[in-house]
Protein backbone atom coordinates (compact mmCIF):
# COMPACT_ATOMS: atom_id res chain seq x y z
CA UNK A 1 0.00 0.00 0.00
CA UNK A 2 1.15 3.57 -0.85
CA UNK A 3 2.40 5.19 2.09
CA UNK A 4 1.03 9.06 2.30
CA UNK A 5 2.49 11.33 3.90
CA UNK A 6 0.40 12.45 6.85
CA UNK A 7 -0.71 16.50 6.61
CA UNK A 8 -0.03 18.41 9.54
CA UNK A 9 -2.45 20.93 11.39
CA UNK A 10 -0.84 23.82 9.30
CA UNK A 11 -1.74 22.86 6.01
CA UNK A 12 -4.96 21.07 6.91
CA UNK A 13 -6.01 24.56 8.34
CA UNK A 14 -4.85 26.18 5.26
CA UNK A 15 -6.86 23.99 2.80
CA UNK A 16 -9.93 24.43 4.98
CA UNK A 17 -9.54 27.86 5.20
CA UNK A 18 -8.83 28.58 1.65
CA UNK A 19 -11.21 26.29 0.20
CA UNK A 20 -14.74 26.83 -1.39
CA UNK A 21 -17.77 28.12 0.51
CA UNK A 22 -20.79 29.85 -0.06
CA UNK A 23 -20.39 33.66 1.51
CA UNK A 24 -22.24 34.29 4.65
CA UNK A 25 -25.87 36.04 3.38
CA UNK A 26 -29.12 36.97 6.28
CA UNK A 27 -31.12 34.33 5.22
CA UNK A 28 -30.81 32.65 8.15
CA UNK A 29 -31.66 35.81 10.49
CA UNK A 30 -34.76 36.99 11.37
CA UNK A 31 -36.58 39.17 9.05
CA UNK A 32 -36.00 41.96 11.80
CA UNK A 33 -32.49 41.45 11.56
CA UNK A 34 -32.29 41.49 7.45
CA UNK A 35 -34.86 44.46 7.15
CA UNK A 36 -34.10 46.90 10.08
CA UNK A 37 -31.50 48.70 12.05
CA UNK A 38 -31.86 48.12 15.90
CA UNK A 39 -35.58 46.77 15.26
CA UNK A 40 -37.06 49.95 14.36
CA UNK A 41 -35.07 51.77 11.51
CA UNK A 42 -35.75 50.95 7.87
CA UNK A 43 -32.47 49.49 6.42
CA UNK A 44 -31.74 50.59 3.09
CA UNK A 45 -28.68 49.33 1.12
CA UNK A 46 -27.59 52.89 0.52
CA UNK A 47 -26.98 53.69 3.93
CA UNK A 48 -24.02 51.52 3.83
CA UNK A 49 -22.18 54.32 1.73
CA UNK A 50 -22.09 56.61 4.99
CA UNK A 51 -21.02 53.73 7.34
CA UNK A 52 -18.58 52.46 5.15
CA UNK A 53 -17.29 56.02 4.88
CA UNK A 54 -17.42 56.52 8.84
CA UNK A 55 -15.87 52.85 9.40
CA UNK A 56 -12.79 54.04 6.40
CA UNK A 57 -12.19 57.14 8.24
CA UNK A 58 -12.16 55.98 11.50
CA UNK A 59 -9.22 53.47 9.93
CA UNK A 60 -7.90 55.65 8.05
CA UNK A 61 -6.34 57.67 11.10
CA UNK A 62 -3.33 55.18 10.60
CA UNK A 63 -2.02 56.87 7.24
CA UNK A 64 -1.59 60.43 10.12
CA UNK A 65 1.21 58.37 11.96
CA UNK A 66 3.87 60.54 11.47
CA UNK A 67 2.68 63.27 13.44
CA UNK A 68 3.18 60.75 16.32
CA UNK A 69 6.86 59.89 15.59
CA UNK A 70 8.42 63.05 17.32
CA UNK A 71 6.33 62.82 20.24
CA UNK A 72 6.82 59.13 21.19
CA UNK A 73 10.51 59.27 20.52
CA UNK A 74 10.42 62.41 23.15
CA UNK A 75 8.28 60.76 25.51
CA UNK A 76 10.37 57.05 25.75
CA UNK A 77 13.66 58.33 25.15
CA UNK A 78 14.06 61.61 25.79
CA UNK A 79 15.01 62.56 22.09
CA UNK A 80 12.31 63.30 19.60
CA UNK A 81 14.73 62.52 16.64
CA UNK A 82 15.52 59.02 17.89
CA UNK A 83 13.63 57.75 14.64
CA UNK A 84 12.63 54.43 16.73
CA UNK A 85 8.72 55.39 16.66
CA UNK A 86 8.33 55.62 13.05
CA UNK A 87 9.05 52.10 12.46
CA UNK A 88 5.07 51.34 13.94
CA UNK A 89 4.16 52.35 10.91
CA UNK A 90 5.86 49.60 8.30
CA UNK A 91 4.89 46.89 11.20
CA UNK A 92 1.32 48.08 10.65
CA UNK A 93 1.39 47.81 6.96
CA UNK A 94 2.83 44.57 6.96
CA UNK A 95 0.52 43.46 9.47
CA UNK A 96 -2.44 45.15 7.67
CA UNK A 97 -1.81 43.04 4.40
CA UNK A 98 -0.86 39.86 6.40
CA UNK A 99 -4.24 40.61 8.31
CA UNK A 100 -6.42 41.13 4.88
CA UNK A 101 -4.97 38.22 3.17
CA UNK A 102 -5.82 35.70 5.95
CA UNK A 103 -8.72 36.80 7.44
CA UNK A 104 -10.31 37.68 3.89
CA UNK A 105 -12.35 33.86 3.74
CA UNK A 106 -12.92 34.49 7.54
CA UNK A 107 -14.75 37.80 6.23
CA UNK A 108 -17.00 35.99 3.90
CA UNK A 109 -17.89 33.03 6.04
CA UNK A 110 -18.88 35.55 9.16
CA UNK A 111 -20.30 38.02 7.07
CA UNK A 112 -19.07 42.02 7.40
CA UNK A 113 -20.80 42.96 11.04
CA UNK A 114 -18.44 40.52 12.36
CA UNK A 115 -15.73 41.56 10.50
CA UNK A 116 -15.65 44.96 11.72
CA UNK A 117 -16.66 44.11 15.38
CA UNK A 118 -13.59 42.22 15.75
CA UNK A 119 -11.35 44.35 13.88
CA UNK A 120 -12.76 47.31 15.67
CA UNK A 121 -11.36 45.76 19.11
CA UNK A 122 -8.42 44.47 18.00
CA UNK A 123 -7.82 48.48 16.94
CA UNK A 124 -8.69 49.93 19.85
CA UNK A 125 -6.58 47.38 21.87
CA UNK A 126 -3.55 48.26 19.78
CA UNK A 127 -4.35 51.98 21.10
CA UNK A 128 -4.51 51.24 24.90
CA UNK A 129 -1.37 49.13 24.51
CA UNK A 130 0.50 52.13 22.66
CA UNK A 131 -0.52 54.11 25.64
CA UNK A 132 0.62 51.73 27.81
CA UNK A 133 4.14 51.09 26.01
CA UNK A 134 4.48 54.93 26.34
CA UNK A 135 3.74 55.33 29.93
CA UNK A 136 6.13 52.22 30.76
CA UNK A 137 8.28 53.46 28.12
CA UNK A 138 8.77 50.40 26.31
CA UNK A 139 8.79 50.91 22.69
CA UNK A 140 8.49 47.31 21.46
CA UNK A 141 5.02 47.48 23.52
CA UNK A 142 3.93 50.48 21.11
CA UNK A 143 5.47 48.26 17.85
CA UNK A 144 3.39 45.05 19.32
CA UNK A 145 0.45 47.24 20.57
CA UNK A 146 -0.58 49.50 17.45
CA UNK A 147 2.05 47.53 14.53
CA UNK A 148 0.98 44.03 15.40
CA UNK A 149 -2.51 44.14 16.78
CA UNK A 150 -3.43 47.62 15.77
CA UNK A 151 -2.53 46.59 12.21
CA UNK A 152 -4.22 43.45 12.44
CA UNK A 153 -7.90 44.52 12.80
CA UNK A 154 -7.05 47.23 10.62
CA UNK A 155 -6.87 44.82 7.80
CA UNK A 156 -10.22 43.60 8.79
CA UNK A 157 -11.95 46.69 9.23
CA UNK A 158 -10.33 47.62 5.67
CA UNK A 159 -11.44 44.59 3.51
CA UNK A 160 -15.22 43.86 5.57
CA UNK A 161 -17.04 46.76 3.96
CA UNK A 162 -15.45 46.95 0.60
CA UNK A 163 -16.95 43.52 -0.26
CA UNK A 164 -20.28 44.26 1.43
CA UNK A 165 -20.94 47.42 -0.26
CA UNK A 166 -19.94 44.97 -3.84
CA UNK A 167 -22.63 42.66 -2.66
CA UNK A 168 -25.29 44.95 -2.20
CA UNK A 169 -24.16 47.35 -5.65
CA UNK A 170 -23.15 45.06 -8.40
CA UNK A 171 -25.11 47.47 -10.51
CA UNK A 172 -22.54 50.05 -9.35
CA UNK A 173 -19.82 48.20 -8.50
CA UNK A 174 -16.91 50.90 -8.92
CA UNK A 175 -19.14 53.51 -7.19
CA UNK A 176 -19.36 51.17 -4.23
CA UNK A 177 -15.61 50.49 -4.16
CA UNK A 178 -14.88 54.04 -4.75
CA UNK A 179 -17.09 54.76 -1.69
CA UNK A 180 -16.03 51.66 0.60
CA UNK A 181 -12.27 53.21 0.38
CA UNK A 182 -12.63 56.72 0.03
CA UNK A 183 -13.11 57.36 3.78
CA UNK A 184 -9.53 55.91 4.34
CA UNK A 185 -7.76 59.23 2.44
CA UNK A 186 -10.08 61.50 4.29
CA UNK A 187 -9.29 59.73 7.96
CA UNK A 188 -5.40 60.75 7.01
CA UNK A 189 -6.84 64.54 6.25
CA UNK A 190 -8.73 65.02 9.67
CA UNK A 191 -6.18 63.16 11.28
CA UNK A 192 -3.26 64.76 10.49
CA UNK A 193 -4.49 67.66 12.48
CA UNK A 194 -7.06 67.03 15.23
CA UNK A 195 -5.03 64.73 17.14
CA UNK A 196 -2.30 67.61 17.84
CA UNK A 197 -5.32 69.42 20.22
CA UNK A 198 -5.30 66.57 22.25
CA UNK A 199 -1.34 65.96 22.57
CA UNK A 200 -1.30 69.69 23.65
CA UNK A 201 -4.26 69.37 26.46
CA UNK A 202 -3.90 65.81 28.02
CA UNK A 203 -0.64 64.89 26.64
CA UNK A 204 0.36 61.73 23.97
CA UNK A 205 -0.42 58.94 26.54
CA UNK A 206 -3.88 59.82 27.05
CA UNK A 207 -4.21 61.01 22.93
CA UNK A 208 -4.21 56.67 22.74
CA UNK A 209 -6.78 56.11 24.77
CA UNK A 210 -9.37 58.60 24.22
CA UNK A 211 -8.95 58.05 20.47
CA UNK A 212 -9.13 54.25 20.91
CA UNK A 213 -12.29 54.57 23.27
CA UNK A 214 -13.96 57.06 20.43
CA UNK A 215 -13.22 54.26 17.70
CA UNK A 216 -14.34 51.42 19.12
CA UNK A 217 -17.96 53.02 19.23
CA UNK A 218 -17.89 54.10 16.38
CA UNK A 219 -16.69 50.88 14.55
CA UNK A 220 -18.72 48.96 16.68
CA UNK A 221 -22.14 51.03 16.51
CA UNK A 222 -21.45 50.77 12.64
CA UNK A 223 -20.66 46.82 13.03
CA UNK A 224 -24.30 46.40 13.80
CA UNK A 225 -25.44 48.29 10.70
CA UNK A 226 -23.56 46.48 8.09
CA UNK A 227 -24.98 42.97 6.32
CA UNK A 228 -24.60 41.11 3.32
CA UNK A 229 -27.41 40.96 1.08
CA UNK A 230 -30.24 37.67 1.37
CA UNK A 231 -29.36 35.22 -1.20
CA UNK A 232 -32.28 36.12 -3.80
CA UNK A 233 -31.49 39.76 -3.95
CA UNK A 234 -31.45 41.29 -7.15
CA UNK A 235 -31.07 45.00 -7.40
CA UNK A 236 -31.36 44.84 -11.49
CA UNK A 237 -35.03 44.43 -11.80
CA UNK A 238 -38.16 43.24 -9.48
CA UNK A 239 -37.64 39.56 -8.06
CA UNK A 240 -39.15 36.92 -10.64
CA UNK A 241 -42.43 35.16 -9.56
CA UNK A 242 -42.16 31.44 -9.68
CA UNK A 243 -44.50 29.63 -12.06
CA UNK A 244 -44.70 26.40 -9.98
CA UNK A 245 -48.26 26.69 -10.72
CA UNK A 246 -48.46 26.94 -14.33
CA UNK A 247 -45.81 24.10 -14.58
CA UNK A 248 -47.81 21.77 -12.21
CA UNK A 249 -51.10 22.33 -14.25
CA UNK A 250 -49.39 22.06 -17.85
CA UNK A 251 -46.75 19.52 -17.39
CA UNK A 252 -48.01 15.55 -17.03
CA UNK A 253 -45.20 14.31 -15.56
CA UNK A 254 -45.27 16.30 -12.29
CA UNK A 255 -48.77 14.91 -11.77
CA UNK A 256 -47.95 11.30 -12.14
CA UNK A 257 -46.59 9.31 -9.16
CA UNK A 258 -42.91 7.68 -9.47
CA UNK A 259 -44.78 4.38 -10.28
CA UNK A 260 -46.22 5.70 -13.50
CA UNK A 261 -43.52 7.62 -14.98
CA UNK A 262 -41.61 5.13 -17.57
CA UNK A 263 -38.14 6.01 -18.01
CA UNK A 264 -37.41 7.32 -21.60
CA UNK A 265 -33.87 8.19 -22.79
CA UNK A 266 -33.82 11.86 -22.99
CA UNK A 267 -33.81 12.45 -26.10
CA UNK A 268 -37.14 10.80 -27.08
CA UNK A 269 -39.05 12.50 -23.92
CA UNK A 270 -41.63 14.47 -25.57
CA UNK A 271 -40.50 18.43 -24.69
CA UNK A 272 -42.12 20.55 -22.28
CA UNK A 273 -44.76 23.32 -23.38
CA UNK A 274 -43.20 26.53 -23.97
CA UNK A 275 -42.25 28.77 -21.56
CA UNK A 276 -41.39 32.36 -22.34
CA UNK A 277 -38.10 33.24 -22.05
CA UNK A 278 -38.62 36.48 -20.03
CA UNK A 279 -39.10 34.35 -16.91
CA UNK A 280 -35.83 32.65 -17.27
CA UNK A 281 -33.47 34.95 -15.07
CA UNK A 282 -30.70 36.05 -16.76
CA UNK A 283 -28.32 36.54 -13.89
CA UNK A 284 -24.39 36.49 -13.46
CA UNK A 285 -25.70 34.59 -10.34
CA UNK A 286 -27.89 32.27 -9.22
CA UNK A 287 -31.01 34.02 -7.62
CA UNK A 288 -31.70 31.28 -5.99
CA UNK A 289 -28.49 29.89 -4.55
CA UNK A 290 -29.50 28.58 -1.14
CA UNK A 291 -30.65 25.26 -3.19
CA UNK A 292 -27.65 25.10 -4.50
CA UNK A 293 -25.71 22.66 -1.55
CA UNK A 294 -29.31 20.83 -1.02
CA UNK A 295 -28.90 20.03 -4.48
CA UNK A 296 -25.06 18.24 -4.67
CA UNK A 297 -25.91 16.78 -0.98
CA UNK A 298 -28.85 15.00 -2.95
CA UNK A 299 -26.65 13.62 -5.16
CA UNK A 300 -28.01 15.23 -8.26
CA UNK A 301 -25.06 16.17 -10.11
CA UNK A 302 -21.69 15.03 -10.63
CA UNK A 303 -18.09 17.37 -10.54
CA UNK A 304 -19.04 20.30 -12.63
CA UNK A 305 -22.10 18.99 -13.84
CA UNK A 306 -24.16 21.32 -11.23
CA UNK A 307 -22.60 24.85 -13.00
CA UNK A 308 -23.40 23.28 -16.36
CA UNK A 309 -27.06 22.83 -15.78
CA UNK A 310 -27.33 26.06 -13.66
CA UNK A 311 -25.89 27.83 -16.72
CA UNK A 312 -28.24 26.01 -19.19
CA UNK A 313 -31.15 27.52 -17.43
CA UNK A 314 -29.45 31.10 -17.12
CA UNK A 315 -28.37 31.33 -20.75
CA UNK A 316 -30.27 28.75 -22.95
CA UNK A 317 -34.37 28.99 -23.59
CA UNK A 318 -36.37 26.17 -23.38
CA UNK A 319 -36.91 25.58 -26.91
CA UNK A 320 -33.13 24.98 -27.41
CA UNK A 321 -32.36 22.66 -24.12
CA UNK A 322 -35.81 20.48 -25.22
CA UNK A 323 -34.15 20.61 -28.92
CA UNK A 324 -30.75 19.53 -27.95
CA UNK A 325 -29.04 20.69 -30.78
CA UNK A 326 -27.10 24.25 -31.15
CA UNK A 327 -26.14 25.65 -34.17
CA UNK A 328 -23.94 28.66 -35.10
CA UNK A 329 -26.76 30.51 -35.77
CA UNK A 330 -28.34 30.02 -32.06
CA UNK A 331 -25.00 31.12 -30.28
CA UNK A 332 -24.72 34.48 -32.33
CA UNK A 333 -27.73 35.48 -30.33
CA UNK A 334 -26.51 34.36 -26.54
CA UNK A 335 -25.02 35.98 -23.42
CA UNK A 336 -21.29 35.16 -23.26
CA UNK A 337 -20.36 31.96 -20.57
CA UNK A 338 -20.06 32.10 -17.18
CA UNK A 339 -17.10 31.85 -15.57
CA UNK A 340 -17.19 30.19 -11.81
CA UNK A 341 -13.96 30.49 -9.88
CA UNK A 342 -13.26 28.86 -6.21
CA UNK A 343 -10.89 30.38 -3.74
CA UNK A 344 -7.78 28.25 -4.79
CA UNK A 345 -8.27 28.89 -8.52
CA UNK A 346 -9.15 32.64 -8.58
CA UNK A 347 -5.71 33.12 -6.32
CA UNK A 348 -3.68 30.87 -9.05
CA UNK A 349 -5.18 32.15 -11.59
CA UNK A 350 -2.84 34.03 -14.76
CA UNK A 351 -5.06 36.93 -14.06
CA UNK A 352 -4.73 37.53 -10.15
CA UNK A 353 -1.08 37.22 -10.48
CA UNK A 354 -1.19 39.88 -13.06
CA UNK A 355 -3.29 42.22 -11.29
CA UNK A 356 -0.94 41.49 -8.29
CA UNK A 357 2.19 42.95 -10.38
CA UNK A 358 -0.17 45.64 -11.79
CA UNK A 359 -1.51 46.67 -8.20
CA UNK A 360 2.15 47.26 -6.52
CA UNK A 361 3.44 48.83 -9.44
CA UNK A 362 0.62 51.55 -9.23
CA UNK A 363 1.23 52.20 -5.23
CA UNK A 364 4.63 51.77 -4.84
CA UNK A 365 5.65 55.06 -5.87
CA UNK A 366 2.74 57.03 -3.89
CA UNK A 367 3.31 54.70 -0.65
CA UNK A 368 6.97 55.94 -0.54
CA UNK A 369 6.47 59.76 -1.41
CA UNK A 370 3.70 59.42 1.61
CA UNK A 371 6.34 58.99 3.88
CA UNK A 372 9.14 60.97 3.06
CA UNK A 373 6.72 63.84 1.33
CA UNK A 374 7.20 66.57 4.18
CA UNK A 375 11.09 66.09 4.42
CA UNK A 376 11.18 66.47 0.88
CA UNK A 377 9.20 69.80 0.75
CA UNK A 378 11.72 70.88 3.85
CA UNK A 379 15.27 69.48 3.02
CA UNK A 380 14.39 69.76 -0.87
CA UNK A 381 12.58 72.68 -1.22
CA UNK A 382 13.84 74.46 2.20
CA UNK A 383 9.79 75.00 2.99
CA UNK A 384 8.95 75.33 6.36
CA UNK A 385 6.68 72.75 8.38
CA UNK A 386 3.28 74.92 8.18
CA UNK A 387 4.08 74.46 4.20
CA UNK A 388 4.62 71.49 4.45
CA UNK A 389 2.11 70.80 6.54
CA UNK A 390 -0.13 71.86 4.06
CA UNK A 391 1.34 70.03 1.02
CA UNK A 392 0.46 67.26 3.07
CA UNK A 393 -3.11 67.44 3.79
CA UNK A 394 -3.78 68.28 0.35
CA UNK A 395 -2.20 65.29 -0.69
CA UNK A 396 -4.45 62.86 1.52
CA UNK A 397 -7.30 65.34 -0.45
CA UNK A 398 -6.18 64.27 -3.56
CA UNK A 399 -5.41 60.44 -2.54
CA UNK A 400 -9.16 60.83 -1.45
CA UNK A 401 -10.79 62.15 -4.77
CA UNK A 402 -8.66 59.40 -6.85
CA UNK A 403 -9.91 56.82 -4.72
CA UNK A 404 -14.07 58.04 -6.13
CA UNK A 405 -13.36 59.72 -9.49
CA UNK A 406 -11.47 56.33 -11.07
CA UNK A 407 -13.67 54.41 -9.77
CA UNK A 408 -16.89 55.93 -11.20
CA UNK A 409 -14.53 56.06 -14.44
CA UNK A 410 -13.94 52.22 -14.19
CA UNK A 411 -17.77 52.01 -14.73
CA UNK A 412 -17.60 53.76 -17.85
CA UNK A 413 -14.39 52.92 -19.72
CA UNK A 414 -13.30 49.62 -17.60
CA UNK A 415 -11.09 48.54 -14.81
CA UNK A 416 -8.08 47.74 -17.13
CA UNK A 417 -8.35 51.20 -18.77
CA UNK A 418 -8.10 52.80 -15.99
CA UNK A 419 -5.28 51.33 -14.60
CA UNK A 420 -3.44 51.52 -17.84
CA UNK A 421 -4.10 55.49 -17.01
CA UNK A 422 -3.27 55.67 -14.08
CA UNK A 423 0.26 53.51 -14.78
CA UNK A 424 1.09 55.67 -18.01
CA UNK A 425 0.50 59.23 -15.83
CA UNK A 426 3.11 57.75 -13.18
CA UNK A 427 5.46 56.59 -15.78
CA UNK A 428 5.24 60.23 -17.31
CA UNK A 429 5.71 61.99 -13.27
CA UNK A 430 8.56 59.73 -12.49
CA UNK A 431 10.59 60.28 -15.52
CA UNK A 432 10.00 64.06 -14.64
CA UNK A 433 10.51 64.10 -11.34
CA UNK A 434 14.43 63.74 -11.91
CA UNK A 435 14.70 67.06 -13.44
CA UNK A 436 12.49 68.77 -11.07
CA UNK A 437 13.88 68.09 -7.84
CA UNK A 438 17.13 69.04 -9.44
CA UNK A 439 16.05 72.41 -10.73
CA UNK A 440 13.93 72.54 -7.75
CA UNK A 441 10.74 73.87 -9.29
CA UNK A 442 8.68 73.65 -6.05
CA UNK A 443 5.27 74.44 -7.60
CA UNK A 444 5.78 71.79 -10.34
CA UNK A 445 6.83 69.34 -7.68
CA UNK A 446 3.40 70.04 -5.77
CA UNK A 447 1.19 69.65 -9.07
CA UNK A 448 3.30 66.37 -9.77
CA UNK A 449 2.73 65.18 -6.56
CA UNK A 450 -0.71 65.98 -6.11
CA UNK A 451 -1.68 64.38 -9.50
CA UNK A 452 -0.09 61.35 -8.20
CA UNK A 453 -1.80 61.09 -5.31
CA UNK A 454 -4.75 60.29 -6.91
CA UNK A 455 -3.45 57.84 -9.34
CA UNK A 456 -2.07 56.37 -6.20
CA UNK A 457 -5.57 56.35 -4.51
CA UNK A 458 -7.12 55.20 -7.76
CA UNK A 459 -5.69 52.04 -7.64
CA UNK A 460 -7.44 51.23 -4.50
CA UNK A 461 -10.58 52.93 -5.71
CA UNK A 462 -10.32 50.38 -8.33
CA UNK A 463 -9.25 46.97 -7.40
CA UNK A 464 -12.01 46.25 -5.47
CA UNK A 465 -14.89 46.04 -8.49
CA UNK A 466 -11.96 44.52 -10.96
CA UNK A 467 -11.73 41.52 -8.43
CA UNK A 468 -15.61 41.53 -8.56
CA UNK A 469 -15.83 41.48 -12.21
CA UNK A 470 -12.66 38.98 -12.71
CA UNK A 471 -13.60 36.44 -9.72
CA UNK A 472 -17.22 36.68 -8.36
CA UNK A 473 -18.57 38.52 -5.64
CA UNK A 474 -17.83 35.42 -3.13
CA UNK A 475 -14.36 36.02 -3.72
CA UNK A 476 -13.85 39.59 -3.32
CA UNK A 477 -12.60 39.17 0.90
CA UNK A 478 -10.07 36.59 -0.11
CA UNK A 479 -8.75 37.98 -2.98
CA UNK A 480 -8.53 41.65 -2.00
CA UNK A 481 -6.80 40.88 1.51
CA UNK A 482 -4.35 38.72 -0.45
CA UNK A 483 -4.07 41.50 -3.34
CA UNK A 484 -3.41 43.43 -0.40
CA UNK A 485 0.08 42.04 0.52
CA UNK A 486 1.50 43.81 -2.25
CA UNK A 487 0.80 46.92 -0.97
CA UNK A 488 2.47 45.69 2.31
CA UNK A 489 5.12 44.85 0.36
CA UNK A 490 5.73 47.78 -1.44
CA UNK A 491 5.40 49.90 1.81
CA UNK A 492 7.87 47.46 3.48
CA UNK A 493 10.49 46.30 1.19
CA UNK A 494 10.23 49.52 -1.07
CA UNK A 495 10.26 51.80 1.74
CA UNK A 496 13.45 49.72 3.71
CA UNK A 497 15.06 49.51 -0.12
CA UNK A 498 14.35 53.63 -0.44
CA UNK A 499 16.37 53.99 2.71
CA UNK A 500 18.39 51.91 2.63
CA UNK A 501 19.47 53.66 -0.83
CA UNK A 502 19.83 56.81 1.18
CA UNK A 503 21.18 56.57 3.75
CA UNK A 504 24.17 55.24 2.01
CA UNK A 505 23.99 58.36 -0.67
CA UNK A 506 23.85 60.76 2.36
CA UNK A 507 26.69 58.49 4.17
CA UNK A 508 29.42 59.30 0.81
CA UNK A 509 29.06 63.05 1.85
CA UNK A 510 25.83 64.24 0.18
CA UNK A 511 23.55 66.63 2.22
CA UNK A 512 19.71 65.73 2.69
CA UNK A 513 19.22 68.75 1.10
CA UNK A 514 20.73 67.23 -2.25
CA UNK A 515 18.27 65.89 -4.84
CA UNK A 516 20.46 63.35 -5.49
CA UNK A 517 19.70 61.43 -2.55
CA UNK A 518 16.22 61.24 -3.88
CA UNK A 519 16.80 60.67 -7.91
CA UNK A 520 18.90 57.61 -7.74
CA UNK A 521 16.18 56.38 -6.07
CA UNK A 522 13.87 57.19 -8.56
CA UNK A 523 15.59 55.13 -11.12
CA UNK A 524 14.42 51.67 -9.68
CA UNK A 525 11.08 52.99 -8.82
CA UNK A 526 10.25 54.18 -12.41
CA UNK A 527 11.64 50.19 -13.45
CA UNK A 528 8.76 48.64 -11.47
CA UNK A 529 5.84 51.06 -12.81
CA UNK A 530 7.07 50.33 -16.37
CA UNK A 531 6.89 46.57 -15.42
CA UNK A 532 3.11 47.27 -14.11
CA UNK A 533 2.58 48.93 -17.38
CA UNK A 534 3.24 46.35 -19.61
CA UNK A 535 1.88 44.07 -17.64
CA UNK A 536 -1.95 45.50 -17.37
CA UNK A 537 -1.97 44.67 -21.33
CA UNK A 538 -2.44 40.82 -20.62
CA UNK A 539 -4.97 40.77 -17.63
CA UNK A 540 -7.52 38.92 -19.23
CA UNK A 541 -11.18 40.89 -18.40
CA UNK A 542 -13.73 39.39 -20.74
CA UNK A 543 -14.92 35.44 -21.49
CA UNK A 544 -13.63 35.62 -25.31
CA UNK A 545 -10.60 36.27 -23.79
CA UNK A 546 -10.26 33.59 -21.36
CA UNK A 547 -12.03 31.08 -22.25
CA UNK A 548 -10.92 30.78 -26.11
CA UNK A 549 -8.24 27.97 -26.55
CA UNK A 550 -4.94 28.15 -27.88
CA UNK A 551 -3.94 27.21 -31.08
CA UNK A 552 -1.37 25.02 -31.00
CA UNK A 553 1.97 26.56 -30.59
CA UNK A 554 0.62 29.64 -29.33
CA UNK A 555 2.97 31.32 -26.59
CA UNK A 556 0.83 34.45 -25.88
CA UNK A 557 -2.18 36.63 -26.87
CA UNK A 558 -3.20 39.55 -25.35
CA UNK A 559 -5.87 42.34 -26.80
CA UNK A 560 -4.84 45.94 -27.85
CA UNK A 561 -7.52 48.63 -29.27
CA UNK A 562 -10.02 46.15 -29.66
CA UNK A 563 -8.15 43.43 -31.59
CA UNK A 564 -6.53 40.48 -30.25
CA UNK A 565 -2.97 39.93 -31.12
CA UNK A 566 -1.72 35.99 -30.75
CA UNK A 567 1.81 35.24 -30.83
CA UNK A 568 2.64 31.46 -31.84
CA UNK A 569 5.98 29.60 -32.46
CA UNK A 570 5.09 28.73 -36.37
CA UNK A 571 3.51 32.63 -37.57
CA UNK A 572 5.64 34.97 -34.92
CA UNK A 573 3.24 38.09 -34.07
CA UNK A 574 -0.08 37.78 -35.32
CA UNK A 575 -3.38 40.42 -35.59
CA UNK A 576 -6.08 38.60 -35.86
CA UNK A 577 -9.24 40.20 -37.59
CA UNK A 578 -12.50 40.96 -36.36
CA UNK A 579 -14.16 38.16 -38.90
CA UNK A 580 -10.97 35.88 -37.61
CA UNK A 581 -11.96 35.65 -33.85
CA UNK A 582 -15.69 36.19 -34.37
CA UNK A 583 -15.59 32.73 -36.48
CA UNK A 584 -13.18 30.80 -33.65
CA UNK A 585 -15.11 31.88 -31.14
CA UNK A 586 -18.67 30.79 -32.23
CA UNK A 587 -17.21 27.37 -33.26
CA UNK A 588 -15.93 27.05 -29.77
CA UNK A 589 -19.86 28.23 -28.19
CA UNK A 590 -21.36 25.54 -30.83
CA UNK A 591 -19.02 22.92 -29.10
CA UNK A 592 -19.49 24.81 -25.33
CA UNK A 593 -23.20 24.57 -24.96
CA UNK A 594 -23.75 21.36 -26.91
CA UNK A 595 -21.93 19.59 -23.99
CA UNK A 596 -23.85 21.97 -21.45
CA UNK A 597 -27.00 20.30 -23.61
CA UNK A 598 -25.70 16.45 -23.32
CA UNK A 599 -24.98 17.48 -19.35
CA UNK A 600 -28.26 18.46 -18.91
CA UNK A 601 -29.84 15.29 -20.54
CA UNK A 602 -27.64 13.16 -18.77
CA UNK A 603 -28.91 14.81 -15.22
CA UNK A 604 -32.77 14.73 -16.26
CA UNK A 605 -34.57 14.31 -12.81
CA UNK A 606 -38.61 13.37 -11.88
CA UNK A 607 -40.40 15.52 -9.40
CA UNK A 608 -44.24 14.19 -8.42
CA UNK A 609 -46.93 16.02 -7.25
CA UNK A 610 -45.97 15.34 -3.15
CA UNK A 611 -42.73 17.34 -4.33
CA UNK A 612 -40.65 14.28 -3.60
CA UNK A 613 -37.11 14.20 -5.72
CA UNK A 614 -36.24 11.39 -8.35
CA UNK A 615 -33.52 10.97 -10.34
CA UNK A 616 -33.71 7.90 -13.06
CA UNK A 617 -37.01 6.77 -11.09
CA UNK A 618 -34.84 6.36 -8.10
CA UNK A 619 -36.42 8.08 -4.56
CA UNK A 620 -33.48 10.68 -3.99
CA UNK A 621 -35.38 11.64 -0.93
CA UNK A 622 -34.65 8.10 1.07
CA UNK A 623 -31.51 8.81 1.18
CA UNK A 624 -29.97 10.16 4.66
CA UNK A 625 -28.97 13.56 5.14
CA UNK A 626 -30.00 14.15 1.41
CA UNK A 627 -31.64 17.43 1.89
CA UNK A 628 -32.06 17.99 5.75
CA UNK A 629 -28.99 20.40 6.01
CA UNK A 630 -30.65 23.14 3.89
CA UNK A 631 -30.84 26.26 5.70
CA UNK A 632 -34.62 27.51 4.61
CA UNK A 633 -37.53 25.49 4.65
CA UNK A 634 -38.84 25.86 1.12
CA UNK A 635 -36.15 26.44 -1.74
CA UNK A 636 -36.22 26.59 -5.17
CA UNK A 637 -35.06 23.85 -7.73
CA UNK A 638 -34.33 24.51 -11.49
CA UNK A 639 -34.69 21.02 -13.26
CA UNK A 640 -37.51 19.54 -15.18
CA UNK A 641 -37.61 16.25 -16.85
CA UNK A 642 -35.54 15.66 -20.43
CA UNK A 643 -33.10 18.67 -19.25
CA UNK A 644 -35.49 21.50 -19.34
CA UNK A 645 -34.44 23.94 -16.32
CA UNK A 646 -37.61 25.35 -15.16
CA UNK A 647 -38.24 26.43 -11.22
CA UNK A 648 -40.40 24.64 -9.26
CA UNK A 649 -40.90 24.34 -5.68
CA UNK A 650 -39.17 21.82 -3.41
CA UNK A 651 -40.08 20.94 0.26
CA UNK A 652 -38.05 19.53 2.85
Not at 156 to 177: H, Q
Not at 202 to 223: D, E, H, R
Not at 318 to 338: F, H, Y
Not at 384 to 403: E, H, Q, T
Request: hydrophobic share 45%.
Amino acid sequence: MENRKKKNFLTKFLEYHYSDFRYYNDDNDSLDNTYFIFKFIPFDRWILFGSALIVQFCVGSFYAWSIYNKPIDKAIFGDENKNMANISFFITIGMFGFSAALMGPWVERQGPKRGIGLGGVLFAIGHYLTAIGIHVKAIWLVYVGYGVIGGFGLGICYISPVSSLNKWFPDKKGVASGFAVCGFGAGSIAFAKFPLNIIHDVGIIWNFAILGSIQLIILLSQASIFRNPPSNFNPFKKPIKPIVEDIENTNPVLQQTPSQIEIQPPSSIPPPPIVQNQNIPILTENPFPPNSDKIRNAGFTIGEDFDEIEDARQILPIQIINSGKITPEIVTNLRDPNIRLNIVESLFSLEFKLMYVVFLANTIFGLIVISRLSNIVQDIFGKDKIVASMVVSVNGGFNLAGRLLYAFLSDKIGRKYCYLITLTIQVMIVSAMTFVLESKSFVVFVILIWLNSSCYGASFGIIPAFLHDQFGPKNISPTHGVILTSWSLAGVGGGLLFTQIYDHVISQGYSVHDAFAYNVNLYWILAIIIVGWFTIWFVRTKPREKLLPDVPGQIFRFRLFGRMIRCTKSEGIVVMTKEQEDLEWKNYLVDYYQNMLTVCNNNYIFINNNNSIHKNNIDINSKPNSISNSSSTNSTSDFDEGGATLPVEISN
